[in-house]
């Protein structure tokens, strides 16, 4: 029996048998169009030869999207009610035994998996996309690529590159693990309830080669904290503090990494980052 998907009327249906209510407080906005879970899915280029994380799969609408691939879901869910119905859901839906794995924990503070999963597939709450990406990256090397639908201001700043007016720490953040790129656009219209605010799809892939150690990587996003923090400042200013506590201090470290003392972080790379932490 092939999977089958979730239509506009289905979810609202499962959403008032549950007694749930989309909240903004968890980030909840539904998605309620198959020809967009389905987008998501092929952005992802997902096959049955992967093994899938997808963070809040709320009622199962792009659960069954990757499942309908083939491939076997982790699926991370805060909403202990969700969690509870999405087996359920999936099975009568078509979904063969042992292809769905549920955790019903929150996705900031969960740090194991089963399966090893090697790409991540996401509809993200807007309102904790960022730490919940990083904390992906960095608590599961196994996860390859990915594509998560967020909301654009977010997707833009993460696929930034140097020099752009929305470059920022998620952005330097984000390229310590790899390279992020804007893979598609989303209407609001194919949400329920519909958000005030425009998504979109960010693809990405772990870099093969490991950037640094976990002592470099928290000494980096340190710096990179200092650096974002007063962006309008001069290096040697805003990082006085991380780098020996005086602005002479911080232009002798970023002199030692080949960095300008008068730029601004909006200027470097995640490569000049990390020679700074390393000076």
Same mark, same amino acid.
């Given at each position: 029996?092939? *999977?089958?998907?979730?239509? $506009?009327?289905?979810?609202?249906? #499962?959403?008032? &048998?549950? =007694? %749930?209510?989309?909240?903004?407080?968890?980030?909840?906005?539904?998605?309620?169009?198959?020809?967009?879970?389905?987008?998501?899915?092929?952005?992802?280029?997902?096959?049955?030869?992967?093994?899938?994380?997808?963070?809040?799969?709320?009622?199962?609408?792009?659960?069954?999207?990757?499942?309908?691939?083939?491939?076997?879901?982790?699926?991370?869910?805060?909403?202990?009610?969700?969690?509870?119905?999405?087996?359920?859901?999936?099975?009568?839906?078509?979904?063969?035994?042992?292809?769905?794995? *549920?955790?019903?924990?929150? $996705?900031?503070?969960?740090?194991? #998996?089963?399966? &090893?999963? =090697? %790409?991540?597939?996401?509809?993200?709450?807007?309102?904790?996309?960022?730490?919940?990406?990083?904390?992906?990256?960095?608590?599961?090397?196994?996860?390859?690529?990915?594509?998560?639908?967020?909301?654009?201001?977010?997707?833009?700043r993460l696929a930034a590159p140097s020099g752009s007016k929305v470059y920022g720490a998620p952005s330097v953040k984000a390229a310590w693990y790899g390279t992020w790129r804007l893979a598609g656009t989303v209407s609001r219209q194919v949400f329920w309830p519909v958000p005030n605010v425009d998504s979109v799809l960010v693809g990405f892939e772990r870099d093969t080669d490991a950037r640094g150690t976990e002592e470099e990587r928290l000494r980096t996003f340190a710096i990179v904290d200092a650096a974002f923090q007063q962006r309008r400042k001069m290096l040697r200013q805003a990082l006085s503090g991380v780098l020996g506590g005086s602005s002479a201090a911080a232009s002798d470290v970023l002199e030692r990494a080949g960095v300008a003392p008068t730029a601004r972080g909006e200027e470097l790379t995640i490569e000049d980052f990390v020679r700074i932490a390393r000076a």
């Open positions: 029996m092939p *999977v089958t998907l979730l239509g $506009a009327a289905e979810i609202r249906a #499962l959403a008032a &048998d549950l =007694d %749930v209510t989309p909240t903004k407080k968890l980030g909840q906005n539904f998605v309620v169009d198959a020809n967009t879970v389905r987008k998501i899915v092929t952005a992802a280029r997902v096959t049955s030869a992967d093994r899938v994380v997808e963070v809040g799969p709320g009622l199962g609408s792009l659960t069954l999207a990757i499942l309908e691939t083939g491939a076997p879901v982790t699926a991370v869910e805060i909403d202990h009610r969700l969690a509870e119905r999405l087996p359920a859901t999936a099975a009568a839906h078509g979904v063969p035994d042992g292809a769905l794995t *549920v955790v019903a924990e929150d $996705a900031l503070r969960v740090s194991e #998996l089963p399966g &090893d999963p =090697d %790409v991540l597939v996401a509809n993200l709450p807007y309102n904790v996309s960022v730490p919940v990406l990083l904390h992906f990256m960095e608590h599961f090397p196994t996860i390859q690529r990915g594509v998560v639908m967020v909301q654009a201001e977010v997707g833009e």
